[in-house]
């Protein structure tokens, strides 16, 4: 989801295993460099991105070591050669003059199922104000399911996981569509299929913006939406 302004998105499937990261990644990129690239980058240069990792629970649902996520994450967008991709493990130290140099952070950290954001006040106000400043963000899968009790971060996010309506259907490989295609971050970008768990009944926010849908077949427990 996007909204109208600064570039937010939320990608809430492609983060259970290395493979599904990799068929995800068009997306990341496309959203990084059409989205922001005019914004914050001389023609040329690569857009300085701030990967936050250093915890994310379904690495262990995966049977992935710490980190093998994030370091992923990283390798993507440093193997385009778009982006200055730097990685931070505890996002409890962010700060106004941290987040200076960055177009957008990029989220792949996750205690879910905990309720509460630990990354201390300071952190989420810095993170906040990064966002409305015109600094992009970028929430990977379960980043999305995080801090229900963090309104501003379900804000911030646009379509979230709500626990008890929200699920998912069982691995299986889709179709995903973009439209409209005269958004920047959809421009250029065609459908394409990954093999994922597709996640259905989220909540949109009110300001949100779907750029990319997909029918939940009801065949492999999906909704028939």
């Keep these: 989801a996007g909204t109208d302004g600064p570039i937010r998105m939320c990608f809430a499937t492609g983060g259970g295993s290395m493979g599904r990261l990799r068929a995800l990644a068009p997306c990341i990129v496309v959203a990084l460099s059409l989205g922001l690239g005019p914004l914050h980058a001389a023609p040329g240069a690569p857009l300085r991105v701030l ?107 646009g379509i979230y996981w709500e626990e008890g309506k929200a699920n998912h259907a069982r691995i299986h490989t889709f179709e995903v569509k973009p439209s409209p295609l005269d958004h920047p971050v959809t421009r250029g970008l065609s459908a394409f299929t990954i093999t994922d768990e597709l996640y259905q009944r989220l909540t949109l926010g009110p300001r949100a913006r779907v750029l990319c849908t997909a029918y939940s077949a009801p065949e492999a427990g999906g909704t028939g939406r």
């Excluded at 991709?85 to 996002?91: A, G, L, N, R, S």
């Excluded at 990029?106 to 993170?127: H, K, M």
């Design 51 to 157: 990967l936050l990792g250093g915890l994310n629970t379904h690495e262990a649902q995966a049977a992935q070591g710490p980190g093998q996520s994030t370091l992923l994450v990283k390798r993507i967008l440093d193997d385009t050669g778009r982006f200055a991709v730097d990685v931070i493990d505890d996002p409890s130290t962010l700060r106004p003059e941290a987040l200076a140099p960055y177009a957008a952070v990029v989220d792949n950290w996750s205690n879910y199922p905990a309720p509460d954001c630990p990354w201390g006040e300071e952190a989420q106000r810095a993170l906040l104000a990064f966002a409305r400043a015109g600094g992009g963000f970028v929430a990977i899968h379960a980043s999305t399911a995080c801090f229900p009790t963090w309104t501003q971060y379900r804000d911030l996010i």
